[in-house]
């Protein structure tokens, strides 16, 4: 399920194939994906993702989706994605924290709880900055294999 892009916000675009095919079907999937893509460490605990959540990060897909390919075809991005994008960016990402492990191990956790909304600011400002960012837009590249539209650095 899970393509490392290079980028967060790549790596959700990879969970739809471009014949259509999801990866996100529902709530257990969603979580599988933010826990292979790092947002979510594997330990912390996360309530029910409903059908709220799995539409909200296939919104955020389709509009990310949608202007990175216009900066890549260097034609104007689509105005209600881009309002889109910057309203979820400029969220509040999850709090992080250091706790100890069984091990004694400094690792990271989430504090505050999980939030939908944090959770699609950090995939958003990953957006932003990508496609504000000269140098990864440089290395921005398209698959180009056959039925392939991947995005990459």
């Given at each position: ?20 095919a999801e990866?996100?079907h ?15 460490p ?5 309530g ?15 509009d ?14 689509e ?24 091990e004694g ?35 921005l590249?398209?698959c ?10």
């Open positions: 399920m899970w393509f490392d892009s290079g980028r967060v916000c790549l790596d959700l675009l990879a969970t739809r194939t471009p014949q259509g990866a996100i529902d709530g257990d999937e969603l979580r599988l994906w933010l826990v292979g893509a790092g947002l979510v594997d330990r912390t605990p996360l029910r993702l409903g059908p709220d959540w799995v539409e909200a990060f296939r919104r955020l897909r389709r990310v989706d949608s202007l990175v390919r216009a900066e890549l075809a260097g034609s104007a991005p105005e209600d994605a881009l309002a889109r994008v910057n309203a979820a960016a400029a969220g509040p990402p999850p709090g992080v924290c250091a706790v100890r492990d069984r191990h400094l690792v990271r956790e989430l504090c505050g709880g999980v939030e939908c909304a944090g959770l699609l600011a950090t995939v958003a400002r990953d957006a932003v900055e990508l496609l504000t960012d000269p140098g990864d837009l440089a290395l590249r398209s180009g294999g056959d039925g392939c539209a991947r995005l990459y650095l």
